[in-house]
């Protein structure tokens, strides 16, 4: 599903935007995403100001996000990523600007940052678990704080049987639903957080920095995880990232966001062939297309 979107969506955008070879585009000066796929996300002329109209975080940023994709979000340090997360995870308002989000699920899309029935799962750098409680009882926490009916609803089917499942989904074992934070290791409270988040079987997963503490013998498993995680439940997956090579490897479509006021300054498309991890990370066409990114952050 996430290759046919892609399809779709590179389609499209090819019409809207400079094209210099089959994997690589720079937006126009507007920064102007267009697909005509349908959407998760459709971000229009988005502002972000904290208190200074005239020092914008995020300037005019517009971005639709299609369906199943697997989207990656690069950039300096304090461009704006994790607020540009946190606006479509319906955390931040906007200044100025548009959100729409849609789950597919109702004939209208939500207009600004409601989205009450989007179900998306956020996963920070740190696990932030709660040490006193068991893997299980951390897993649950969502649905006690479950919003209205549906998360109520979602608490009382929350089977036991339901919740190891998902801990085995994400590589822990039934016999870790037990321990406490303090008896699993960093990667395994890696793989607790990243069930917590689907907890509430979201149709989006947004995840911020989510493996940057994490040694790269690990990283690289929680990413193999994450992109089965992605395919196996169809997901729509928003990804932030200090690292390339991640990006690269995960990701449909990775976009470059500067600091304000350039905005989003590429938009990339990652060709993605039926290879395994271990042929995928060391694929000719990874490095090519670590070079477009790097040339997209760093024009000479
Ligand atoms: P990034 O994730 O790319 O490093 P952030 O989105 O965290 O960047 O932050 C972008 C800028 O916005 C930074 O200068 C940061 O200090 C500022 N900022 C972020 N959140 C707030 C907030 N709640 N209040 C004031 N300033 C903020
Ligand atoms: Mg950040």
Request: glycine residues 8%.
């Amino acid at each position: 599903m996430a290759a046919a979107c892609q399809e779709v969506a590179t389609g499209c955008m090819v019409t809207k935007m400079q094209r210099l070879n089959s994997q690589y585009r720079v937006l126009p000066p507007e920064g102007v995403l267009m697909t005509e796929n349908p959407a998760i996300y459709a971000l229009r002329e988005a502002v972000v100001h904290f208190g200074d109209p005239q020092r914008p975080v995020l300037q005019r940023i517009s971005l639709e996000i299609p369906r199943g994709q697997f989207l990656t979000v690069v950039g300096p340090s304090g461009c704006g990523k994790s607020t540009l997360l946190r606006v479509l995870a319906g955390l931040q308002s906007l200044s100025g600007g548009q959100l729409e989000r849609s789950s597919g699920e109702s004939a209208m899309p939500t207009r600004g940052a409601s989205g009450a029935e989007l179900r998306a799962g956020f996963v920070f750098q740190q696990p932030a678990l709660l040490p006193w409680r068991t893997a299980m009882q951390n897993l649950r926490l969502p649905l006690e704080l479950g919003s209205g009916a549906a998360g109520e609803g979602q608490a009382a089917e929350a089977g036991e049987e339901r919740l190891l499942g998902l801990l085995e989904q994400v590589g822990l074992s039934r016999a870790d639903a037990g321990k406490r934070p303090g008896q699993l290791s960093g990667g395994m409270q890696m793989r607790l957080s990243l069930a917590r988040a689907l907890v509430r079987d979201p149709q989006v997963l947004l995840l911020d920095e989510p493996f940057a503490v994490v040694d790269d013998f690990l990283r690289m498993k929680l990413q193999d995880s994450l992109r089965a995680l992605h395919d196996a439940r169809g997901l729509t997956t928003i990804l932030v990232t200090h690292n390339l090579q991640e990006a690269a490897y995960l990701s449909d479509r990775v976009v470059v966001l500067q600091p304000s006021p350039r905005g989003l300054s590429a938009d990339l498309s990652v060709r993605r062939s039926r290879l395994s991890p271990a042929e995928r990370r060391r694929a000719p066409e990874q490095f090519e297309f670590l070079q477009q990114l790097s040339a997209a952050l760093f024009p000479s």
